[in-house]
């Protein structure tokens, strides 16, 4: 297993090559990279090729590097060719898929605790059900911070098994999330997919912005803008913070971008959507890394019940969801963004807007899932409160 930091972000760019290779080369191509991507890194971490995961006792720096800075800067990059008009229209029909979605992981956990049994995780079982909600319904920000609330950090295998089984399971239903709307052929429903067989990071405009020229000097300005919008962010929340108001960083990071994406000599900048493309696809490189099975295999009959609990949250999650977006005759790909911003958190659904080449949903989908961060943490408390 490569181990150097050198070598592991080696592995991770190797990850987005072969996956654009079988994209573009292969009966793969309709897969589409964004799914690929993360097959490859899964294969990669359970082979033993790349780390599994960053944990305290073995932190691996370029996966915490990529969570902390590389997602951050794919979002504000991205959000800098976002058309506004396409946006606001996006945003309410976003905004009613979302709550259903959140309504759906709330039955899944009821459902899903009853399947195991009340006291199959011991005292912790109340814990995990609002963990699993509020991860669920806003994304796997919310994670350590309901883990370190109840002290879960300290009950190592519930811990590790936990993180474990999330992170797998959220990885297989991003695959499933992109695969749902190319797949629904519902008479009525018309989802705005783009062809796979093109590469997904980018419309004709795009290509045409981006592949044609690519100026130094505008990939220099858009490092800056990014670094020092990351570094802008982290001052205007903490200020924030400091007088009693408490406000996502992600929302501040897209508001910050939004804001620079309506200055024409900032939306003419070429290359803002091969970098941010590129870090997303690294992201999901590094999402399907997470997917250590191994580690699930290892904690036996309590990583058996994790896996059937996290799995009845979000089958329920998605069969609510999508049975909605059925009955109303919805857009498939905006019930998956919607699903994924639950699930993943916003920067997993900005990946599957960009994925099945739905730009118009990118800040919606960023905003919705930071309205789930904080959103989560209320039905998670409110989840434990009725269990206990």
């Not at 009966?27 to 790349?50: D, E, K, P, T």
């Not at 912790?124 to 609002?130: F, K, Q, R, Y």
């Not at 190592?156 to 695969?179: R, S």
Request: aromatic fraction near 6%; charge should be negative; glycine fraction near 12%.
């Amino acid at each position: 297993m490569v181990e150097d930091p050198r070598l592991v972000l080696a592995a991770l760019a190797l990850c987005v090559v072969v996956s654009e290779c079988l994209a573009r080369y292969t009966a793969l191509r309709h897969a589409g990279s964004s799914l690929l991507v993360i097959v490859v890194g899964a294969l990669g971490s359970n082979f033993g090729l790349i780390p599994a995961a960053s944990t305290a006792e073995n932190p691996v720096v370029v996966y915490d590097l990529v969570f902390g800075y590389g997602a951050p800067l794919a979002i504000f990059w991205l959000v800098l060719r976002v058309d506004l008009r396409r946006t606001l229209s996006a945003g309410l029909p976003l905004l009613l898929l979302f709550g259903i979605g959140a309504v759906g992981t709330v039955l899944g956990v009821v459902a899903g605790l009853a399947l195991v049994g009340e006291g199959a995780f011991g005292p912790s079982t109340a814990a995990l059900g609002g963990m699993f909600a509020a991860t669920y319904i806003g994304g796997s920000a919310n994670f350590n911070a309901w883990a370190l609330h109840y002290d879960v950090v300290h009950q190592g295998a519930i811990y590790v098994g936990t993180m474990a089984v999330d992170a797998g399971l959220t990885a297989v239903w991003m695959i499933a999330t992109i695969a749902i709307p190319r797949l629904w052929s519902r008479p009525g429903a018309s989802p705005k997919v783009d062809a796979p067989s093109e590469p997904e990071s980018a419309s004709d405009e795009d290509i045409d912005l981006d592949a044609a020229r690519v100026d130094p000097l505008d990939l220099a300005l858009l490092l800056t803008l990014g670094l020092g919008g990351l570094w802008l962010t982290d001052e205007v929340v903490a200020a924030l913070a400091g007088v009693g108001v408490e406000l996502p960083s992600m929302l501040v990071l897209t508001t910050l971008a939004l804001l620079l994406a309506q200055v024409p000599a900032v939306a003419r900048m070429s290359g803002a959507n091969l970098l941010g493309m590129l870090a997303v696809q690294v992201f999901l490189a590094t999402i399907g890394a997470y997917c250590d099975l191994a580690a699930v295999v290892e904690l036996g009959a309590l990583g058996g019940r994790l896996v059937v609990l996290a799995s009845v949250v979000i089958g329920v999650h998605g069969v609510v969801l999508f049975g909605a977006t059925f009955v109303m005759r919805g857009d498939p790909a905006l019930a998956a963004v919607a699903s994924q911003a639950n699930i993943g958190g916003g920067t997993t659904a900005l990946a599957l807007a960009r994925g099945i080449g739905r730009r118009d949903l990118v800040v919606p989908a960023i905003l919705v899932g930071s309205l789930g961060t904080a959103l989560g943490t209320f039905v998670g408390f409110a989840v434990v409160e009725i269990l206990l």
